[in-house]
């Protein structure tokens, strides 16, 4: 392993957008059971690491001042927990979160910062840890962290921690936008009314965009419902998002986050203009998530 003891590491920790999201159960301990297709954005916030004289944490950014700087933020849970699995290798770190992406928003933003921040320690402390491991180390911070350590197209089961790689999706053109307002996912899964759904459909063949849409159109958000009732104004979104004519618009997880998929760049880019020209106090980027390899 190349040793980066003392090179500074910086990582895009991209937004996790659920393309669909079905709620097939509850277990005992009250965690929901899901079916979810999911990519991951090339726009998020960035986590930099560095070898420092004592601990440190620094928060920066657009939303840097809406979260914690303390021990509640799972960027230090993350580094905590992987330096009591390797005292040996974990001498202290400054660590630097560029907050880009607005919190309690459905886009996987704590457990996406979580993530790299992890993946940026591994290399700064030069730490060699079997995939199946750090999964697992993972998901004790949180449900999302398994699908987020991946970072690639997948369809995420159970709680969250069941992966399956989705080999062949093409890079989508989308629009994210969020009206400001937050949500608390506790809150909208508590407020869900029917837990017993069928699963995501069989996956065959999503080639084209074309093809992805025409799939997403037999699937839904079965959080959507709930968030609207808890939060109104997700409504308000949504309307204007169809207003830009994509070729599919939906809420991501449990909101308030929205996007919308194009088929062309320069759709994507009208509409963002649009959106940001009617809504000036809204978070609006225009993005794309990655493709899934063959």
Same mark, same amino acid.
């Given at each position: !392993? /190349?040793?980066?003891?003392? %090179?500074?590491?910086?990582?895009?920790?991209?937004?996790?957008?659920? /393309?669909?999201?079905?709620?097939?159960?509850?277990?005992?301990?009250?965690?929901?059971?899901?079916?979810?297709?999911?990519?991951?954005?090339? #726009? +998020?916030?960035?986590?930099?690491?560095?070898?420092?004289?004592?601990?440190? @944490?620094?928060?920066?950014?657009?939303?840097?001042?809406?979260?914690?700087?303390?021990?509640?933020? $799972?960027?230090? =849970?993350?580094?905590?927990?992987?330096? &009591?699995? #390797?005292?040996?290798?974990? #001498?202290?770190?400054?660590?630097?979160?560029?907050?880009?992406?607005?919190?309690?928003?459905?886009?996987? +933003?704590?457990?996406?910062?979580?993530?790299?921040? /992890?993946?940026?320690?591994?290399?700064?402390?030069?730490?060699?840890?079997?995939?199946?491991?750090?999964?697992?180390?993972?998901?004790?911070? +949180?449900?999302?962290?398994?699908?987020?350590?991946?970072? =690639?197209?997948?369809?995420?089961?159970?709680?969250?921690?069941?992966? &399956?790689?989705?080999?062949?999706?093409?890079?989508?053109? !989308?629009?994210?936008?969020?009206?400001?307002?937050?949500?608390?996912?506790? %809150?909208? @899964?508590?407020?869900?009314?029917?837990?017993?759904?069928?699963?995501?459909?069989?996956?065959? +063949?999503?080639?084209?965009?074309?093809?992805?849409?025409?799939?997403?159109?037999?699937?839904?958000?079965? $959080?959507?419902?709930?968030?609207?009732?808890?939060?109104?104004?997700?409504?308000?979104?949504?309307?204007?998002?169809?207003?830009?004519?994509?070729?599919?618009?939906?809420?991501?997880?449990?909101?308030?986050?929205?996007?919308?998929?194009?088929?062309?760049?320069?759709?994507?880019?009208?509409?963002?203009? %649009?959106?940001?020209?009617?809504?000036?106090?809204? #978070?609006?980027?225009?993005?794309?998530?990655?493709?899934?390899?063959?």
């Amino acid at each position: !392993m /190349l040793d980066s003891l003392d %090179q500074a590491i910086s990582l895009i920790a991209p937004a996790k957008i659920n /393309l669909a999201l079905h709620i097939t159960g509850r277990r005992e301990d009250g965690y929901h059971l899901l079916d979810s297709l999911v990519v991951f954005a090339d #726009f +998020g916030d960035r986590i930099s690491v560095e070898r420092s004289a004592a601990d440190s @944490f620094h928060i920066t950014g657009p939303y840097g001042h809406s979260i914690p700087a303390d021990r509640s933020n $799972l960027v230090l =849970k993350a580094r905590d927990r992987l330096r &009591e699995e #390797f005292p040996d290798r974990a #001498f202290p770190v400054s660590i630097t979160l560029d907050k880009h992406l607005p919190i309690a928003s459905g886009i996987g +933003g704590g457990s996406s910062d979580a993530a790299s921040t /992890l993946r940026a320690l591994i290399r700064l402390w030069g730490i060699s840890i079997d995939p199946f491991d750090l999964d697992e180390l993972g998901l004790a911070l +949180g449900a999302d962290l398994p699908m987020c350590l991946n970072g =690639k197209p997948l369809i995420a089961r159970g709680i969250g921690e069941k992966l &399956e790689e989705v080999k062949r999706i093409p890079r989508l053109p !989308m629009v994210l936008v969020n009206n400001g307002a937050a949500v608390s996912t506790p %809150q909208v @899964f508590a407020a869900v009314k029917k837990r017993d759904n069928p699963g995501l459909p069989t996956i065959s +063949g999503l080639g084209s965009i074309h093809d992805v849409c025409t799939y997403l159109e037999r699937t839904e958000n079965h $959080l959507y419902a709930a968030t609207v009732d808890l939060l109104p104004t997700i409504g308000d979104t949504m309307e204007a998002l169809r207003s830009t004519s994509p070729r599919l618009a939906r809420m991501s997880g449990s909101g308030a986050t929205c996007f919308a998929i194009y088929d062309t760049d320069e759709a994507a880019l009208a509409a963002e203009s %649009q959106l940001r020209n009617a809504h000036p106090l809204w #978070f609006v980027i225009k993005t794309h998530s990655g493709a899934g390899g063959n």
